[in-house]
């Protein structure tokens, strides 16, 4: 498996394994979103080592929600600080299997503590880079988008991709939770979107929601 790794700005990198693993997003040096299933550590090495940094550079992770896709590589952090929903905070601790879809995954996540639970309009700073976190629920119950206004981006772990919406039919979800958490979004002034799987929507992200969304309202 070879990692996908691409530049978005001069703070943040997307590195995509492919498959069932999520993408995940290097902000600056010490920060990441969101960790893969963690089943594919070769690639992750290999990432890695083409973007010059250690595990033990990661000093902080946020989780854009709980499931095992986009959790399971916290075994790999285990000194960065994890920054969550209390949905999915709750859920880590538990070390649930159910929630986390683990199992699907052939996966095992072990109880770990989060640093924060994050609410909804909470502010995470990286620098001079300013993060607002936004509770989406719909594809899970603890799913949270990051904004960063000043570049107009959002990272939308498993809410919104370039062609679909997350799933709503698995544990957690809930079609009119997302058609609300979409609502919330498209009064947003978003340009670029970095999903949780797939392709980058690089341009004209505002529109975009609000064709996935009148597409919803119309089935």
């Not at 703070?11 to 492919?18: A, E, N, R």
């Not at 000093?59 to 000194?79: A, K, P, S, Y």
């Not at 206004?149 to 698995?170: C, E, H, M, N, Q």
């Amino acid at each position: 498996m070879k990692p996908k790794i691409k530049k978005i700005n001069n703070y943040i990198t997307l590195v995509s394994l492919g498959g069932v693993d999520s993408n995940f997003y290097l902000l600056g040096r010490r920060m990441i979103v969101d960790t893969t299933t963690g089943l594919h550590k070769k690639a992750l090495d290999v990432a890695s080592r083409q973007l010059d940094i250690t595990e033990g550079d990661i000093t902080t992770v946020i989780l854009t929600h709980e499931h095992f896709d986009h959790l399971g590589g916290l075994e790999l952090f285990r000194n960065a600080k994890v920054l969550a929903s209390e949905q999915t905070a709750k859920v880590l601790e538990s070390a649930d299997e159910k929630k986390s879809y683990a199992m699907f995954f052939n996966g095992k996540i072990s109880s770990r503590k989060t640093a924060a639970c994050l609410k909804d309009k909470d502010t995470v700073r990286m620098g001079d880079t300013v993060i607002e976190i936004i509770h989406t629920p719909g594809h899970s119950e603890g799913s949270i988008c990051l904004y960063i206004k000043k570049d107009k981006i959002l990272i939308s772990g498993d809410t919104i991709f370039a062609d679909s919406i997350g799933r709503v039919d698995l544990l957690g979800g809930d079609e009119k939770e997302m058609i609300e958490s979409l609502e919330k979004l498209e009064n947003l002034e978003i340009e670029m979107i970095l999903p949780g799987h797939g392709e980058i929507i690089e341009k004209e992200g505002t529109k975009h929601i609000k064709n996935i969304l009148d597409n919803l309202k119309s089935i």
